[in-house]
T-cell receptor, first 117, second 113 residues
Framework: GAVVSQHPSWVICKSGTSVKIECRSLDFQATTMFWYRQFPKQSLMLMATSNEGSKATYEQGVEKDKFLINHASLTLSTLTVTSAHPEDSSFYIC?????????????FGPGTRLTVL | AQSVTQLDSQVPVFEEAPVELRCNYSSSVSVYLFWYVQYPNQGLQLLLKYLSGSTLVKGINGFEAEFNKSQTSFHLRKPSVHISDTAEYFCATGTFGNEKLTFGTGTRLTIIP
C-alpha cells in the first residue's frame, strides 16, 4: 500500500527556535497533503491543507505565520514551526491523498512528537 | 459544522470475543464516514468507508460497520477479535463538497488473551 513517512519521529527544541518537519509520500504522488495536530486523549485537528505548487489553506485559528507549510513537490511537504514555545508541544501528523477527490483515502504518516522546552 | 463522538476511550475484549466500537456523528448535511486504525508507532490506516449505497460496509481484517442515519451512528464491529487487533481506532466524518475530515477522539481496543 501507499506509504507516507515523517521525519523526524520526535524532536526536542528550546523555546524560540524553529523546527522543520518533513512529510514524504514514498511510492505515490500526492496532489494534496494535510497537516494535523493531536493533543493527548484528543482527536486529530486539521491545521492546514496544501496542494502542490500553491499556498496552503489554513484552518480557522491556526497562525499561518507560525506554522509555515511548503508543498514544493508531489512527494514532499514540510511544516516549519517558527519561534516554537512550550504550548506548541504536540504530536503532528501529516497525510497525503492521491488525486483531488475528497472521498479518496488519505494515507497517514506515523507522526512527529515535538517537545519545546 | 459536524462533530464525531466516540464515547468509549478504552475497550478491553477477550480474544475471540465479538466487539463493537461506537461512533456517533452530528451534521446538518449528508456525510461520508471513515474508520481508521492506528497500530503502535504507525500511521493511521483506512479500515473502511461509507459514501453511499448499502449501509453495511465491509472493511479489511474482518471488520464491518453499519451506517444508521436515523441514529446518526456508524458503529464498527468484528465477530471475533485477535491479539493483532490491539490498536487505536478512529472514526472520521466529512461532508460532501468539503474535503475536511473531522475525527473522533479514538477508542483504544485492548485484546485480552
Amino acid at each position: 500500500g501507499a506509504v507516507v513517512s515523517q521525519h523526524p519521529s520526535w524532536v526536542i527544541c528550546k523555546s524560540g527556535t524553529s523546527v522543520k518537519i518533513e512529510c514524504r509520500s514514498l511510492d505515490f504522488q500526492a496532489t494534496t497533503m494535510f497537516w494535523y495536530r493531536q493533543f493527548p486523549k484528543q482527536s486529530l485537528m486539521l491545521m492546514a491543507t496544501s496542494n502542490e505548487g500553491s499556498k496552503a489553506t489554513y484552518e480557522q485559528g491556526v497562525e499561518k505565520d507560525k506554522f509555515l507549510i511548503n508543498h514544493a513537490s508531489l512527494t514532499l511537504s514540510t511544516l516549519t514551526v517558527t519561534s516554537a514555545h512550550p504550548e506548541d508541544s504536540s504530536f503532528y501528523i501529516c497525510s497525503a491523498r492521491i488525486g483531488t477527490s475528497p472521498y479518496n483515502e488519505q494515507f497517514f504518516g506515523p507522526g512527529t512528537r515535538l517537545t519545546v522546552l | 459544522a459536524q462533530s464525531v463522538t466516540q464515547l468509549d476511550s478504552q475497550v478491553p475484549v477477550f480474544e475471540e470475543a465479538p466487539v463493537e466500537l461506537r461512533c456517533n456523528y452530528s451534521s446538518s448535511v449528508s456525510v461520508y464516514l471513515f474508520w481508521y486504525v492506528q497500530y503502535p508507532n504507525q500511521g493511521l490506516q483506512l479500515l473502511l468507508k461509507y459514501l453511499s449505497g448499502s449501509t453495511l460496509v465491509k472493511g479489511i481484517n474482518g471488520f464491518e460497520a453499519e451506517f444508521n442515519k436515523s441514529q446518526t451512528s456508524f458503529h464498527l464491529r468484528k465477530p471475533s477479535v485477535h491479539i493483532s487487533d490491539t490498536a487505536e481506532y478512529f472514526c472520521a466524518t466529512g461532508t460532501f463538497g468539503n474535503e475536511k475530515l473531522t475525527f473522533g477522539t479514538g477508542t483504544r481496543l485492548t485484546i485480552i488473551p
